[in-house]
C-alpha cells in the first residue's frame, strides 16, 4: 500500500506562482509512475502531467505546458510541482496520483493511489 499526502496549496493571484508537493510513503515502488491532475468545480478530473519515478521523461498537458514543472527528489519519496504563471483557469483540487509499473498513462482510472488533494484557486 502507498499513501500520498500533498500539500502547498493555496489562494494566489493570477500570475503568480505556487508548488505543490506530494510526499509518498508505504510500501514505495523502485520503478512506478507518478502524476498529478486536477479538478474543478463540476467537472471531470482533468490530467496535468506524469513522469517516471526514476526517470527523467515527463509528458505535460498542452494547457500547462511551459507554465508548470513536475520534479522528483527520491531520497525523499517526495514529488513536485511547481506551477508559474498561473490563471484563473488553474483553479481546482490538485490530486497526487501513482501508478504501479513504468508505462504512462494519462487517464485516471489507470492510476492505483492518490493523495486527498490540495486546493488551488487563482484570482483574476
Known amino acids: 500500500q502507498v499513501q500520498l499526502v500533498e500539500s502547498g496549496g493555496g489562494l494566489v493571484q493570477a500570475g503568480g506562482s505556487l508548488r505543490l508537493s506530494c510526499a509518498a510513503s508505504?510500501?514505495?515502488?523502485?520503478?512506478?509512475?507518478m502524476a498529478w491532475f486536477r479538478q474543478a468545480p463540476g467537472k471531470e478530473r482533468e490530467f496535468v502531467v506524469v513522469?517516471?519515478?526514476?526517470?527523467?521523461?515527463?509528458y505535460y498537458a498542452d494547457s500547462v505546458k511551459g507554465r508548470f514543472t513536475i520534479s522528483r527528489d527520491n531520497a525523499k519519496n517526495t514529488v513536485y510541482l511547481q506551477m508559474n504563471s498561473l490563471k484563473p483557469e488553474d483553479t481546482a483540487v490538485y490530486y497526487c496520483?501513482?501508478?504501479?509499473?513504468?508505462?504512462?498513462?494519462?487517464?485516471?482510472?489507470?492510476?492505483?493511489?492518490w493523495g486527498q488533494g490540495t486546493q488551488v484557486t487563482v484570482s483574476s
Open positions: 508505504g510500501r514505495t515502488f523502485g520503478r512506478n509512475v
Open positions: 513522469r517516471g519515478w526514476s526517470g527523467t521523461s515527463t
Open positions: 496520483a501513482a501508478r504501479r509499473g513504468t508505462a504512462y498513462a494519462t487517464d485516471p482510472k489507470e492510476y492505483d493511489y
